[in-house]
């Protein structure tokens, strides 16, 4: 058995269980469910993919982001698009912060055709991450600063919808950056 969706309806209730390769035959009013994740450094930068040219948004800006696969949680999923697309290895990713208290449902362009998905967003920091990108999915990374981050997204020059209100999300992205307290409660549990 390979990798398989769960189909949701908007307001989150399970419709239907797929395999993979049947995303691109969902109905108008099936849904995915997604993550995406702020990496930050010390340097108040947010880690920035140009997604390769894989079937899914080619070219475009985007943050690790990624399906939930089979019966994965969405810290799970989160954890696993980390090590898979940026080789963060699981000692560091597990230190990543869930900052949506629920999905959101964001309906992305890819080539002419509306995918749906309710989106988990999370938070990543840290002063010594090592990025080894895969190449199938991540054509190049750069650190990009926090509030130009924040301008890409909000004027529509990444993936995500730019008719969405992402402040209370930028906020607490905002609120982790400025907040030492994850680094040195990381250092105190060695």
């Known amino acids: 058995m390979g990798t ?12 239907k269980i797929i395999d993979k390769k049947h ?5 108008q009013n099936e849904w995915l469910k997604g993550v995406t994740c702020f990496i930050l450094n ?3 930068e947010v880690l920035v993919e140009k997604r390769a040219n894989t079937e899914l948004t080619p070219g475009q ?8 696969d089979n019966d994965e949680t969405p810290t799970q999923a989160m954890i696993r698009e980390l090590r898979e697309e940026l080789g963060i290895e699981l000692e560091e ?33 840290s002063k ?22 924040f301008e890409l997204i909000r004027t529509g020059q990444t993936k995500f919808p730019s008719d969405y209100d992402y402040e209370e999300i930028f906020q607490k992205v905002r609120e982790i ?5 994850g680094s040195q409660n990381k250092e105190n549990n060695r």
Not at 23 to 27: A, F, P, S, V
Not at 117 to 125: E, Q, S, T
Request: glycine share 4%; hydrophobic share 35%; net charge negative.
């Open 93 to 125: 990713a597990i230190n990543v912060m869930k900052i949506t208290p629920k999905e959101i449902p964001f309906e992305f362009n890819n080539n002419g055709r509306t995918l749906r998905f309710l989106i988990n967003v999370f938070c990543l920091k």
């Open 177 to 181: 950056c400025n907040n030492d307290k």
């Open 128 to 149: 010594n991450i090592e990025i080894k990108q895969q190449e199938e999915e991540v054509a190049n990374v750069c650190w990009v600063p926090l509030e130009e981050c």
């Open 23 to 27: 995303e691109k035959k969902l109905e």
């Open 61 to 68: 800006l985007d943050l690790c982001s990624g399906h939930l």
């Open 42 to 44: 010390d340097k108040a």
């Open 4 to 15: 398989q969706y769960r189909v949701y309806d908007k307001s989150g209730d399970l419709r």
